[in-house]
């Protein structure tokens, strides 16, 4: 059993910026490929970013060159850092955890509660 916990969401003016965090805890055995998710209302859950143990980086196209993920593997910690962000940037952001695939989110085995993220025009 594996428990994430996410911060930094927030109100943020477009261009403004936010970092998010997202800490595990519990019975970690193998965090492969960690990632971010997000959800606007009425839209499907789409990946944002992963990042797997060798620190190789996926972006969705929507947020290359604006967004930045990393991870602390010794606090067991990935990160987003979104900068210019956009008010087509709002929506829940879900921290996500692949126990077991390489390089790319597979099947999520945990999730995170969701940080809301607002940006406004």
């Known amino acids: 059993q594996v428990q994430l916990v996410e911060s930094g969401g927030g109100l943020v003016q477009a261009g403004g910026s936010l970092g998010l965090s997202c800490a595990a805890s519990?019975?970690?055995?193998?965090?492969?490929?960690m990632g971010w998710y997000r959800q606007a209302p009425g839209k499907q859950r789409e990946l944002v970013a992963s990042?797997?143990?060798?620190?190789?980086?996926n972006y969705a196209d929507s947020v290359k060159g604006r967004f930045t993920i990393s991870r602390d593997n010794a606090k067991n910690t990935v990160y987003l850092q979104m900068n210019s962000l956009k008010p087509e940037d709002t929506a829940v952001y879900y921290c996500?955890?692949?126990?077991?695939?390489?390089?790319?989110?597979?099947?999520?085995?945990?999730w995170g509660q969701g940080t809301q993220v607002t940006v406004s025009s």
């Open positions: 996500a955890v692949d126990r077991f695939s390489i390089a790319r989110i597979g099947n999520v085995d945990y």
């Open positions: 990042i797997d143990r060798g620190r190789n980086t």
């Open positions: 519990g019975s970690i055995f193998s965090l492969n490929v």
